[in-house]
């Protein structure tokens, strides 16, 4: 079974700084990776994934992220965090094969900007 | 453009009371939804997936069940709630594809009393 870890419950980071917000997967086969913001009382939304390719992903609001097969990591990075950029961040991993799309989420980090 | 709607935002029932929680997507054909729950804000587990009218996995034992009557329609329902079904409800499409990313709602919370 696939599974997803985000060792880090929160991230504190000054405006301006870059940000990283980790992530590891452990799945048979190739993953697909993906990242995911909510902010509060909200839905999820969708910032980036990774399918096939190019390592480094690029996806909304200046976020990008970094496939390591050899870690089994996807990290989510920013070169310079926003006030704004303060929300629940989420990983999740699809195995490759046939899932019907399922998503499996780790248990979210809080990445909080300070001014 | 795709959108999802969720109804209603917000519900308090008490104990043994039955739940209906509404999933409508517009813009798309025979998509893949889903029920998740995020429990004290933080991860989420799915509790449902449809592949199609009528057709409902479930993955976890629970005091829930769900429904598919119409193509872009996914109710979530019990007879009787409990205590630990309070939580946050997010209904979610995808294409069904592997790569494909889901798009959620905004999400029903509910608390139970």
């Known amino acids: 079974a696939q599974s997803v870890a985000q060792p880090e419950d929160q991230v504190n980071v000054a405006e301006g700084n870059p940000l990283t917000v980790k992530c590891t997967y452990s799945?048979?086969?190739?993953?697909?990776l993906f990242w995911y913001v909510q902010y509060p009382n909200r839905g999820l939304q969708f910032l980036l994934k990774?399918?096939?390719?190019?390592?480094l992903v690029k996806g909304s609001y200046g976020f990008e992220a970094e496939f390591n097969k050899s870690q089994t990591s996807f990290h989510l990075k920013k070169p310079s965090a926003l006030v704004s950029d303060s929300a629940l961040y989420f990983c999740?991993?699809?195995?490759?094969?046939?899932?019907?799309?399922?998503?499996?989420f780790g248990q979210g980090t809080i990445l909080t900007v300070h001014p | 453009s795709q959108t999802i709607h969720q109804w209603p935002a917000t519900l308090v029932q008490p104990v043994g009371s039955p739940l209906s929680l509404e999933c409508t997507v517009e813009?798309?054909?025979?998509?893949?939804l889903y029920w998740y729950r995020q429990a004290a804000g933080r991860g989420l587990q799915l509790l449902f997936y449809?592949?199609?009218?009528?057709?409902i996995s479930s993955e976890v034992p629970q005091n829930l069940s769900a429904s598919r009557p119409q193509d872009r329609q996914f109710i979530l329902s019990s007879k009787k709630l409990l205590l630990s079904d309070s939580g946050f409800y997010l209904c979610?499409?995808?294409?069904?594809?592997?790569?494909?990313?889901?798009?959620f709602g905004e999400g029903s919370r509910l608390t139970v009393l």
């Open positions: 813009g798309t054909s025979n998509p893949n």
């Open positions: 799945v048979s086969g190739n993953p697909y």
């Open positions: 999740a991993v699809s195995p490759s094969g046939t899932s019907y799309g399922k998503l499996t």
């Open positions: 979610a499409w995808g294409e069904g594809s592997d790569t494909g990313e889901l798009f």
């Open positions: 990774y399918i096939t390719g190019d390592n």
């Open positions: 449809s592949v199609g009218i009528g057709q």
